[in-house]
């Protein structure tokens, strides 16, 4: 009985989370991960949509590859267990079936790795970039320069608890967004500072490894305007967890403007003591 009602509640709690989550599936993987989400994180680049075919591709793949495996095991449990075929064959070659099961996998293999190569030469091979800007990973924060633009360079750091507006999400919100403009091609520098990080932004496709000395390259066009976040994605430290990538897609004018805002805001020299204070005091917490 008591087994019963803690079942009962729980399955109450379950519906109750069901619930609670519904009014999130609106922006469910809009630009940032959503509680019960299934799947990828919704794409806004055409890297991305690669990729996400492509993972829906591979998905069909296994699952014929997986249903067929499972009705040759049922088939031989079922019809050739001792009861059933007390005297079993002695067959031990068939050309035909060998034959056939060498060919078939190969098929499928050059099935996948044809689209798999496109995606990565699409990935790989950097069309003429309208916009460049670097990204330094540092312990524990990025640095993001506009060398396009002057070079003035600042700091981002992920936003306290205190700090956040309701409509920034934990973890992932950040004081200063990298802004890049819609449907331009943006072509993004990354290296390390001090130890390798990774910059990744699920809803771009893009994850590529800022590594100390070596200048990395990727690119990405978004189509949609929005706020878009990642996180580094190799462990670099004790506050790895703490150093998240906020991209704001803005239309032209937008970007203009806040190009002209944050060369006067940015100015060389200037913010650092800013970000310095600021670090030590994510440090603290
Ligand atoms: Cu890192």
Redesign the pocket.
Known sequence: MRVQKTLIAKLGALAGSLAAFVPFTAWAGNGQPSPWQLGLQQSVTPVMDNIVWFHDFLLYVITAITVFVLALLLIIILRYNARANPTPSRTTHNTLLEVAWTVVPVVILVAIAVPSFRILFHQQAIPPADITVKAT????FWSYNYPDHGGFEFDSLMLQDKDRKADQPRLLAVDNELVVPVNKVVRVQVI?AD????FAVPSFGIKID?IPGRLNETWFRVTREGVYYGQ??????K??AF?PIAVRVVNERDFNAWIEQAKKKYARGDGAPVAVAARDGAAAQ
């Open positions: 990973g540092k312990q524990w390390g130890v390798i990080h990774a800022a580094c994605s190799e462990l670099c430290g506050d790895h150093m």
